[in-house]
C-alpha cells in the first residue's frame, strides 16, 4: 500500500518534533507493508527529491511562510497531485492551510486522513478567517487521529460534534532502531560537562511556546547545569535573559548532532519541557526520553504533554510559567537518587507499552487499510 505524507517542512530542513513524528510514523509502518512517501515544501528544494530510509521526499518551492504557513507556487500543485494520483491514501498533518488549498484543489478522488497535531493557537486572527476552509477540510476525511485522549477530549475543534465521531486516538512513538546505538560522548567536553557532573536537558526548537524563559529563570535555584541544545527564533531574546540576569549555569549547546542527543539524553538528570503553551501539542522529545528511561518535567498544559510524561510515575508535571515550581521539582530529582531512578524505569515501561514502534506502526498501518476499503459515503466524502 501507497501512503503520501504532507507536511510543510521535513528533513533535512532544521528539524522539529513534528518532521521526527512523521519519520516515525513512516519508519514504523515499513514493516507492515507501507510505502510512504512525503511531499513538503522548501526555501531551497534542491534537490528536488531525496531518498531516505523512511521514503521518498518530494520537494516544491517555499515561496513565503506568512504566520508559519509555508506557501508554494503553481508547481507544488502539480507535483502534489501527480503523488497523491500514485498513493492509495493521503495524510495530512494539521495544521498546514496550505495543505487545505492543495486538497480542495488539487487532490484526486483518494481516501485522505489527517493526524491533528495542534489547534491553531497564537495566530488567532487567521484562525477566524481558516475556519471555514478548516472544517471543509474535516469534513472531508474519513478519519482524524488525535495523539491522545486529552488533545481529543480538550480541543474545541475535534470535540466539535461535526467531526468527533471521525477522531481516533494513535499515540506518537519511536522506533528504537532508528536511533544511533551509541552517542557521542565529545559532546560533554565540547560543553564544559565533567565526567558524572549532574545536569538537566532540554532539548528543541526555541520557539516562543516552549517556555524557556521560566527555565532561565527556575535556573536560578537549582544547583546543577541546564543544557539548552536546539537553536530558533527565541535563541537572541534567552541569551539577553541571561546576560542581564547573571546565571551562570545554563549552557547553549546549540544544534546537535543524533549521536549528540543520545549522550546528552543518556546522561541527564531529568529531561526538562517547560512549554507553556498549547502549541505543544506532544512533545516528542519526552518520548525520546521516555525511550532512554530518563524522568521527565513538564507543564500541564492539557495536551499530550501530560499523557507521555505521567504525573508522579515517569517524572513532574507542574503548572505552566512557574519557575519555583519548577526548581522545586528540578530539585525534587536532583536530591533524591531513588525517585529519579523509579520515574526513569516507569518512563522506560511507559514507552515499551503505549509508544514503541510497534505499536505505532500497526495501529497506523491498521488504520490506512480500513480508510482504504472504507465506502467513502461512510466518511461523508
Known amino acids: 500500500m501507497k501512503v503520501l505524507n504532507v507536511y510543510r517542512t521535513y528533513f533535512p530542513d532544521p528539524p522539529g518534533g513534528l518532521q521526527e513524528a512523521i519519520r516515525q510514523i513512516c519508519l514504523a509502518t515499513q514493516t507492515h507493508g507501507i510505502e510512504n512517501t512525503i511531499f513538503t515544501l522548501s526555501p531551497h528544494p534542491y534537490p528536488r527529491q531525496i531518498e531516505r530510509q523512511e521514503g521518498r521526499v518530494f520537494r516544491s518551492r517555499s515561496w513565503a511562510a506568512p504566520a508559519?504557513?509555508?506557501?508554494?507556487?503553481?508547481?507544488?500543485?502539480?507535483?502534489?497531485?501527480?503523488?497523491?494520483?500514485?498513493?492509495?491514501?493521503?495524510?495530512?498533518?494539521?495544521?498546514?492551510?496550505?495543505?487545505?488549498?492543495?486538497?480542495?484543489?488539487?487532490?484526486?478522488?483518494?481516501?485522505?486522513?489527517?493526524?491533528?497535531?495542534?489547534?491553531?493557537?497564537?495566530?488567532?486572527?487567521?484562525?477566524?478567517?481558516?475556519?471555514?476552509?478548516?472544517?471543509?477540510?474535516?469534513?472531508?476525511?474519513?478519519?482524524?487521529?488525535?495523539?491522545?485522549?486529552?488533545?481529543?477530549?480538550?480541543?474545541?475543534?475535534?470535540?466539535?460534534?461535526?467531526?468527533?465521531?471521525?477522531?481516533?486516538?494513535?499515540?506518537?512513538?519511536?522506533?528504537?532502531?532508528?536511533?544511533?546505538?551509541?552517542?557521542?560522548?565529545?559532546?560533554?567536553?565540547?560543553?564544559?560537562?565533567?565526567?558524572?557532573?549532574?545536569?538537566?536537558?532540554?532539548?528543541?526548537?526555541?520557539?516562543?511556546?516552549?517556555?524557556?524563559?521560566t527555565l532561565i529563570q527556575a535556573a536560578q535555584q537549582v544547583k546543577a547545569r541546564?543544557?539548552?541544545?536546539?537553536?530558533?527564533?527565541?535563541?537572541?531574546?534567552?541569551?539577553?535573559?541571561?546576560?542581564?540576569?547573571?546565571?551562570?549555569n545554563v549552557v547553549f549547546a546549540g544544534q546537535v548532532t543524533d549521536a549528540e542527543k543520545v549522550a546528552l539524553l543518556r546522561g541527564c538528570q531529568a529531561l526538562v519541557l517547560p512549554s507553556h503553551l498549547r502549541s505543544e501539542a506532544y512533545g516528542m522529545v519526552l518520548v525520546e526520553a521516555a525511550m532512554f528511561g530518563r524522568p521527565m518535567i513538564s507543564c500541564e498544559i492539557g495536551t499530550g504533554t501530560s499523557y507521555v510524561n505521567a504525573d508522579g510515575e515517569t517524572g513532574f508535571v507542574v503548572p505552566p510559567e512557574s519557575p519555583d515550581e519548577l526548581a522545586l521539582a528540578m530539585n525534587g530529582l536532583l536530591n533524591n537518587k531513588p525517585l529519579s531512578d523509579r520515574f526513569g524505569e516507569a518512563a522506560r515501561q511507559r514507552y515499551e507499552e503505549l509508544f514503541s514502534g510497534e505499536a505505532l506502526g500497526k495501529a497506523y498501518a491498521m488504520l490506512y487499510r480500513e480508510m482504504a476499503v472504507s465506502p467513502s459515503a461512510r466518511w461523508g466524502n
Not at 226 to 248: C, F, K, M, N, T
Request: hydrophobic content about 40%; proline content about 6%.
Open 68 to 213: 508559519s504557513c509555508d506557501l508554494g507556487g503553481l508547481s507544488a500543485f502539480a507535483q502534489f497531485r501527480r503523488l497523491a494520483t500514485e498513493a492509495d491514501v493521503v495524510h495530512y498533518f494539521f495544521p498546514w492551510p496550505f495543505a487545505d488549498v492543495l486538497h480542495a484543489l488539487a487532490c484526486p478522488d483518494k481516501p485522505a486522513v489527517l493526524t491533528y497535531i495542534s489547534d491553531v493557537v497564537r495566530q488567532r486572527w487567521l484562525g477566524k478567517a481558516y475556519s471555514p476552509l478548516m472544517s471543509h477540510t474535516l469534513g472531508s476525511m474519513r478519519a482524524i487521529v488525535a495523539n491522545c485522549p486529552a488533545y481529543a477530549r480538550t480541543s474545541p475543534v475535534l470535540s466539535d460534534q461535526a467531526v468527533r465521531d471521525k477522531v481516533r486516538v494513535i499515540p506518537l512513538g519511536i522506533v528504537e532502531e532508528s536511533y544511533p546505538t551509541f552517542g557521542d560522548d565529545a559532546v560533554f567536553s565540547r560543553l564544559g560537562l565533567k565526567e558524572g557532573e549532574q545536569y538537566f536537558l532540554f532539548i528543541g526548537v526555541l520557539r516562543y511556546y516552549k517556555g524557556l524563559h
Open 226 to 248: 541546564i543544557v539548552i541544545a536546539g537553536s530558533g527564533p527565541e535563541g537572541d531574546a534567552l541569551h539577553e535573559q541571561i546576560r542581564q540576569s547573571g546565571i551562570g
